[in-house]
């Protein structure tokens, strides 16, 4: 093969002086706040995925609440309010951590993967833009998308939780007052035995020669157990419902008639860090894959089946691999005052593995920092 | 296409003569070398045509030249930076389609650009009205690309080219899915991208295009540069070929092969085809047509061939197979 027999020289075209090159540190891997918006501007308008989002953080909760608050109130002695603690709990542990997490994780692998796939990272690249920028473009154009979303489903159900709650407090069947101390409540218990022994919950062995009989409270035999025939004093019963209100003392000061206003900022800021943790791993993981429903398929399994897994069952020898998942140490940092996002309330629920509140920490800032070092890397060294 | 908007603001950029410089350019894909040591001399100024067949390696040396791939040997400067070190001040001033255009489906012409935009300098989202209107989708701005026909998505990647203010367009198959109309106007807009002073490589394996649109060429197959130069020079040196449409093909065949001429002739489709050196003056063809009239042969018509890229082309490619 023969190359180039005549040269092409400048002289031969029309070659003149062109404009100048801009100075706008575009191989820098920080990224304008015009590449956020824009990017923000193209996750939004993909509807479907917009439209899950409302639904999953606002809608499914709005909707519950909605019909509690309707049949409260064709009903209300069958039904009771639709607000409450408990209510604020299992919405918050139940569906919008667990389902909040699956689709910003959603988001994320979208983020991650739609320029690679549909070409438009190809058009990008050739602006001569830091890829890293490029990439890094698409954390706070997810965040600004989730956070509001997760903010305005959370501030219906805290709404719906505080303006619709009950009015008395119901713990353990019986109706008692709210706030009392531990020596309040125990008071409280010798003046409503009955109430007390027949309904409150034993957390224990009481050696107290009564208990609740089909008809009310009644003596028994401390050695067979049977209940005696003789009468019960006064006092039995009011030594028994303290020491029955001292056992659930602990677990009477975590219920409210509605959510504690501390309890109500702790769990918007978990679930934000949750649905963060979900989109930055996502977008890593989808970045990292270059394609998106694998990826999301991977964090449904993560989150649906590995996580309560891992949290729940102590696997010998591997009990470090398990507090290594994020969703584990995620709820390890749940606020007080929520139950288990796997576990429940501790009624008889699994037991979560053990794990100390700054190894959950690490646990988190090292799957956000690794997951979002592999998709950068993996992007910025990309063929495309 | 209008020929409205963006201007070339006049001052001095990078000193380099060449638009494109590439070095012993090698790219290879596990045991397969798709660019093989190009050495490429793209002049400022100019359209100019990388052509070559299907899998010879043009969109692969583009794709290194973007940094959308990098090279396992040699050097390249794109408007006299050196590529990939200052990969990011080069493509300030590059607009590029490389295979086919693509965008958000979900998104409208308009937020396509505004995106690509944002990668750029501020002042590249104040050139997206020029650019449509440019590229004669501006009444289509806000529909969604996923309405637009192929021809119009060339058109919209053209725009986004156009967003930087490029000095140096690179174009990968620009023509395809265009209509006739279409073509034209790109090709109208290729020749007043160039006469504002810009740069416009042109990959295509449509060897017409590129010779009605092109100033120089280079000719690339697996992976080489096989030729390189302006058209008019690489085509001064291939040969004349006459036509001739006569009432006795074979025995005008017999009198020009006998003759003094030495022509190279054969028969096709009842058509005398006569070939002679690349060097031979016109006066050849009076002589022809003087020794078939003498020779009693009625020649009805006698029509001289201009060398052309695509019969160019051609001569060399084959040329290059009987070597191998």
Not at chain 1, 106 to 135: I, K, M, N, P, Q
Not at chain 1, 236 to 246: D, G, S
Not at chain 2, 288 to 315: C, M, P
Request: with cysteine; proline share 6%; hydrophobic share 45%.
């Amino acid at each position: 093969m023969t190359s180039s027999p005549i040269p092409i020289t400048p002289e031969n075209s029309s070659a003149r002086v062109l404009s100048e090159f801009p100075v706008d540190h575009r191989g820098s891997p920080v990224p304008t706040l015009a590449m956020i918006r824009t990017r923000v501007m193209e996750l939004r308008k993909r509807r479907g995925l917009t439209i899950a989002l409302v639904v999953v953080n606002i809608g499914i909760p709005a909707i519950f609440l909605a019909v509690r608050l309707i049949i409260h109130v064709v009903d209300p002695k069958s039904y009771g309010p639709a607000g409450g603690y408990g209510i604020f709990t299992n919405l918050v542990t139940g569906v919008m951590f667990i389902f909040g997490f699956i689709v910003a994780a959603t988001l994320g692998c979208t983020a991650g993967s739609v320029d690679l796939s549909e070409g438009v990272f190809r058009h990008l690249v050739v602006t001569g833009r830091s890829r890293l920028a490029l990439y890094f473009a698409r954390i706070p154009a997810g965040l600004t998308i989730l956070v509001p979303i997760v903010a305005v489903g959370f501030a219906t159900v805290c709404a719906v939780c505080v303006l619709a709650a009950p009015t008395q407090l119901h713990f353990d069947g019986a109706v008692v007052p709210q706030g009392l101390s531990e020596g309040g409540l125990v008071s409280w218990a010798k003046a409503n035995p009955q109430e007390v022994i027949c309904n409150f919950n034993y957390r224990g062995p009481i050696n107290v020669p009564v208990r609740c009989g089909p008809n009310g409270p009644v003596a028994i035999n401390p050695q067979t157990g049977p209940p005696a025939s003789t009468a019960v004093s006064t006092s039995q019963l009011a030594t028994l419902a303290a020491a029955i209100a001292v056992q659930d003392y602990s677990s009477y000061h975590q219920t409210f008639l509605k959510p504690p206003y501390s309890l109500m900022a702790q769990s918007l800021l978990w679930l934000e860090l949750e649905t963060a943790i979900g989109f930055i791993v996502g977008l890593g993981l989808a970045s990292l894959m270059g394609q998106r429903t694998v990826p999301v398929v991977l964090m449904i399994i993560l989150e649906i089946v590995l996580t309560p897994l891992f949290a729940t069952v102590n696997i010998p020898h591997l009990i470090d691999l398990q507090r290594a998942i994020v969703g584990v140490a995620t709820v390890h940092v749940e606020p007080l005052g929520l139950p288990s996002a796997f576990s429940g309330h501790g009624n008889g629920g699994p037991t979560l593995v053990p794990e100390s509140t700054s190894t959950a920490i690490v646990v988190i800032v090292g799957w956000l920092v690794v997951w979002t070092g592999l998709g950068a890397w993996r992007m910025a060294r990309r063929d495309v | 296409m209008t020929n409205t908007v963006t201007t070339l603001t006049p001052a001095v950029t990078a000193q380099s003569p060449w638009a494109v410089e590439t070095h012993g350019l090698t790219k290879k894909f596990g045991g397969r070398t798709a660019v093989n040591g190009v050495d490429l001399l793209v002049p400022r100024g100019c359209a100019f045509g990388y052509l070559g067949p299907n899998g010879a390696g043009k969109t692969t040396l583009i794709r290194v030249l973007l940094g959308l791939t990098h090279a396992d040997a040699g050097t390249m400067r794109l408007l006299g930076h050196d590529v990939p070190a200052q990969r990011d001040i080069a493509l300030a001033r590059v607009g590029a389609i490389v295979d086919e255009p693509r965008f958000h489906q979900h998104l409208t012409g308009r937020q396509n650009l505004e995106i690509l935009a944002a990668a750029r300098e501020p002042a590249a989202t104040q050139r997206i009205d020029g650019a449509l209107d440019r590229v004669g989708i501006l009444h289509r701005d806000n529909d969604r690309v996923s309405k637009y026909s192929m021809g119009m998505r060339q058109r919209l990647g053209v725009a986004a080219c156009l967003l930087g203010d490029p000095h140096l367009l690179i174009l990968d198959e620009p023509m395809n899915g265009l209509d006739p109309g279409g073509m034209v106007d790109m090709r109208e807009m290729i020749t007043s991208l160039v006469a504002e002073g810009r740069t416009v490589v042109l990959s295509s394996h449509l060897l017409d295009e590129i010779e009605r649109t092109c100033d120089a060429v280079a000719i690339v197959d697996q992976g080489r540069i096989i030729r390189q130069g302006p058209i008019t020079e690489l085509l001064a040196g291939s040969s004349l070929e006459v036509e001739i449409e006569c009432d006795a093909p074979e025995r005008a065949l017999f009198l020009l092969t006998s003759g003094p001429l030495g022509a190279k002739a054969s028969v096709i489709d009842d058509h005398l085809l006569v070939t002679l050196a690349a060097d031979t003056s016109r006066d050849a063809v009076a002589e022809i047509n003087r020794i078939l009239v003498t020779g009693d042969v009625a020649v009805y018509r006698l029509q001289e061939n201009h060398a052309s890229l695509e019969k160019w082309f051609l001569e060399v490619t084959s040329r290059l197979g009987d070597q191998q």
